[in-house]
């Protein structure tokens, strides 16, 4: 899991042109919206089709569920972990 988590935080700072942050400066713990990372909407939608494009994971753009993955870095591997389980 901790291998996903770096793919993410480098997935989160390629996607989304971070390139005063590295890996190491991203908390897997803490919120990626508003207090933590500091992400916007959009940032979300950019994250979002950045880790369908890798991943293949489909999401709901306004669930409750969705807003949980979103949550850390560490829920998004959760996430992409459980999602790739779940495939045939």
């Known amino acids: 899991m901790q291998q996903l988590e770096q793919e993410i935080k480098e997935l989160i700072i390629s ?18 919206f508003v207090d933590g990372l500091g992400l916007d909407s959009i940032d979300a939608l950019e994250l979002g089709l950045a880790l369908q494009k890798r991943y293949g ?3 709901s753009a306004d669930s409750e569920e969705t807003r949980r ?7 998004l591997a959760a996430f ?7 495939k045939p």
């Open 15 to 32: 996607s989304l042109a971070l390139e005063d942050l590295s890996p190491q400066d991203i908390d897997p713990a803490a919120p990626l």
């Open 57 to 59: 994971v489909a999401m």
């Open 69 to 75: 993955h979103f949550g850390s870095v560490r829920a």
């Open 80 to 86: 992409v972990q459980n999602a790739g389980a779940q």
